[in-house]
């Protein structure tokens, strides 16, 4: 793979990897959460699925470190095939989270460009 698509696969990474740190650990704070959803309003209630969503965001964003790891330590099919599912992986999680919170449009911007520009500059073999 090349180096583009590898530097906009370590960004969805650390996009993700940041983002899920926030939610899980920072989120109390009001900053933290007009930035996630442009509102300081705070849901207790939802403490629950807001883990699992921090949790999701961490692991896919180490599942791209994995995939930019293998190519760099010679197992490239390995490598390949993670970036490739996780990029596409996090386009369709993005076009689903804007369709389903259009004004929320920002985040899903920021969670599907990067691994949409990493696809689009994969060579295809």
Partial sequence: MN???QVFAVIAA????????????????PAVR???TTS???????TLWRSGVAAYNVLLGLGLVAGVTALHT???TVGRTLII???AFLIA???IFVVSFPRLWRG?????????LALLATPLF
């Fill in 3 to 5: 180096l583009v698509t």
């Fill in 14 to 29: 650390l996009t993700h990897i940041v983002v899920g740190t926030l939610e899980r650990f920072f989120y109390d704070r």
């Fill in 34 to 36: 007009i930035f996630l």
């Fill in 40 to 46: 300081a309003a705070d849901a207790p209630e939802v």
């Fill in 74 to 76: 010679g197992d490239v």
């Fill in 85 to 87: 599912y996780l990029c």
């Fill in 93 to 95: 999680s993005a076009i």
């Fill in 108 to 116: 899903a911007l920021g969670q599907g460009l990067p691994p949409a």
